[in-house]
């Protein structure tokens, strides 16, 4: 079993919808959890970081995280087109990161 | 003030050959991290730099890869007999502190014939 597991997708919604992107982990070490977006052929780029649990919001963009069922989530309100990315989620204990395998999102307008 | 730098952007090797990859990190930033990314999967860490600390190279997959970091900033990722399961994108991350948020390069595309 993977350190962290993110839901695999692809998953296409139409312009406006609410997505959930969601991931789950196994060592309750973790102390540091982040969320990147990846357009193709691109590096990861930070879209949100936080250390406790509950909600760190964003603009468009809300972070969730569950210590105790070990539970995080990335919630876009208002999807747009540019959107249109790869989402990785990456928990970080020590120094090192373990990421998810993305999931790929696509927006239609 | 400039992101992390990689080069080259693309390689293409044949199999058997050497090859170096290069990472120029945000200046200032302490820690280095190398990650593989093959096609459609995610990250698979590779080896992580912190300031003069030994280097955890747990994550590379052979005793053919290896990384330096030279005066804590610049490093070079060198895979030696290039295979063709090695075809990926590589790349290069630096942080603050090993637990902050990592800036990433635009990778180096190697592909191995």
């Known amino acids: 079993q993977k350190e962290v597991e993110q839901d695999p997708g692809p998953l296409s919604v139409p312009e406006g919808a609410i997505v959930s992107l969601n991931c789950t982990y196994s060592?309750?070490?973790?102390?540091?959890f982040m969320w990147y977006r990846q357009y193709s052929r691109k590096g990861p780029e930070l879209l949100m970081y936080t250390y406790s649990s509950g909600n760190k919001e964003d603009g468009r963009f809300t972070a969730q995280v569950d210590k105790s069922s070990k539970y995080i989530s990335l919630f876009i309100r208002d999807s747009q087109p540019s959107d249109s990315a790869t989402y990785l989620c990456a928990i970080t204990n020590a120094g090192k990161s373990t990421f998810g395998d993305g999931t790929t999102l696509t927006v239609k307008p | 003030g400039a992101g992390v730098s990689q080069s080259p952007s693309n390689k293409v090797t044949e199999k058997g050959k050497d090859v170096e990859l290069r990472c120029d990190p945000i200046s200032g930033h302490t820690a280095l991290y190398w990650y593989r990314q093959s096609l459609g999967q995610g990250l698979e860490f590779l080896i992580y730099?912190?300031?003069?600390?030994?280097?955890?190279k747990s994550g590379l997959p052979s005793d053919r890869f290896s990384a330096e970091r030279t005066g804590g900033s610049v490093s070079t990722l060198t895979i030696q007999r290039t295979q063709q399961e090695d075809s990926a994108v590589y790349l290069c991350?630096?942080?603050?502190?090993?637990?902050?948020?990592?800036?990433f390069g635009p990778g180096t595309r190697l592909t191995v014939t």
């Open positions: 730099f912190q300031g003069n600390s030994a280097p955890d």
């Open positions: 991350a630096s942080s603050l502190g090993g637990s902050r948020e990592q800036y």
């Open positions: 060592n309750s070490a973790f102390q540091y």
